[in-house]
């Protein structure tokens, strides 16, 4: 596992809106270099990162430990296709996806019901980016 995000993940972290105080989610973390970036850069953010694998999101947790541990990262283990929210919990800001076949083609049916899942744990005007655009590419909701 690497802790230095790729200069990919750079250049796509660089094209997110991102605004102090927003709630974000990572769909498809892996170890969580992509989400451990923004939760650095942006003061008052909550991110949460999702990833169908536990092998993924073990490495991620332990990676992001300070973030954790200062309350500004949270890493399950989840698909997009089960996505969804915690009791009382408040909807995302920015949504955001690199290389997630739900979302970038691959697997168009699963992308169905995981656009619908997402549109579910939004706030109203909340924006979605995945990585198929130069770098990123927002997604209509």
Do not use: Y
């Not at 596992?1 to 997110?16: E, G």
């Not at 892996?30 to 536990?54: M, Q, Y």
């Not at 690199?98 to 168009?108: E, I, K, L, N, S």
Request: glycine content about 12%.
């Amino acid at each position: 596992m690497t802790n230095k995000p790729s200069a990919r993940i750079l250049d796509f972290v660089d094209a997110l809106p991102l605004r102090p105080g927003m709630r974000v989610l990572e769909i498809g973390c892996g170890t969580g270099v992509a989400v451990r970036e923004v939760a650095r850069r942006v003061a008052g953010c909550f991110v949460l990162g999702i990833d169908r694998s536990e092998r993924a999101v073990s490495l991620a947790q332990r990676g992001g430990q300070a973030e954790i541990d200062a309350g500004l990262l949270e890493f399950r283990t989840m698909s997009a296709e089960a996505l969804q929210l915690g009791a009382g919990e408040e909807g995302f800001d920015l949504a955001f996806a690199m290389r997630v076949g739900a979302f970038d083609g691959r697997h168009p049916d699963a992308g169905v019901t995981a656009m619908e899942r997402l549109r579910q744990v939004m706030k109203p005007n909340g924006k979605f980016f995945i990585d198929t655009g130069d770098p990123a590419r927002e997604i209509p909701l």
